[in-house]
T-cell receptor
């Protein structure tokens, strides 16, 4: 496995502002993903972060709202833009393809708990 | 489309009781199947996996068998401990994506 860190671990933000969440892995990985876990619910994939190109977004998620960067094989950021209370969730980074391992085995960061007031 | 359905929680058990958390899936072909666990205040951890029919995944005393005929991947443990209290997620992998069930909260009382 790998050590995956996320910053910040939690934040309380005002509506209309933006927050950038960082995800750092201690080894190179092929794939990085961003998920949202709304209170009491399961995880929903937001997008796949592609190194050196635009992220691939899932249905219902758009780049203007959730811009993603992935400048290298160990780091990615997710920005939650123009926040509203409905964006209050836990945001999770995950990685796959560790040390050439299979893409179906994903490992998750500890999450960022976001509250929008 | 692909989906995963888990038994609803919360599930409350006494220590040393037998645990079953049901999971069924809908998918084309033969996806890989997983159980993830989320301890309070932490991120998800991969608990066990099975990549083909009749495979049995096991870890930390937990087991699950990939049953193609019933499209199921039920999680079992013979004797739960208080430290097993967590939320358990069943998931399938297909088409480059992990699809999660809604999660089942387990509470184990001493």
């Amino acid at each position: 496995s790998a050590v995956i860190s996320q910053k910040p671990s939690r934040d309380i933000c005002q509506r209309g502002t933006s927050l950038t969440i960082q995800c750092q892995v201690d080894s190179q990985v092929t794939m990085m993903f961003w998920y949202r876990q709304q209170p009491g619910q399961s995880l929903t994939l937001i997008a796949t972060a592609n190194q050196g190109s635009e992220a691939t977004y899932e249905s219902g998620f758009v780049i203007d709202k959730f811009p993603i960067s992935r400048p290298n094989l160990t780091f990615s950021t997710l920005t939650v833009s123009n926040m509203s209370p409905e964006d209050s969730s836990i945001y999770l980074c995950s990685v796959a393809g560790l040390a050439g391992g299979p893409s179906y085995e994903q490992y998750f960061g500890p999450g960022t708990r976001l509250t929008v007031t | 489309g692909n989906s995963v359905t888990q038994m609803e929680g919360p599930v409350t058990l006494s220590e040393e009781a037998f645990l079953t958390i049901n999971c069924t899936y809908t998918a084309t072909g033969y996806p890989s199947l997983f159980w993830y666990v989320q301890y309070p205040g932490e991120g998800l951890q991969l608990l066990l996996k099975a990549t083909k029919a009749d495979d049995k995944g096991s870890n930390k005393g937990f087991e699950a068998t990939y049953r193609k005929e019933t499209t199921s991947f039920h999680l079992e443990k013979g004797s739960v401990q208080v430290s097993d209290s967590a939320v358990y997620f069943c998931a399938l992998y297909q088409g480059g994506k992990l699809i999660f069930g809604q999660g089942t909260e387990l509470s184990v009382k001493p």
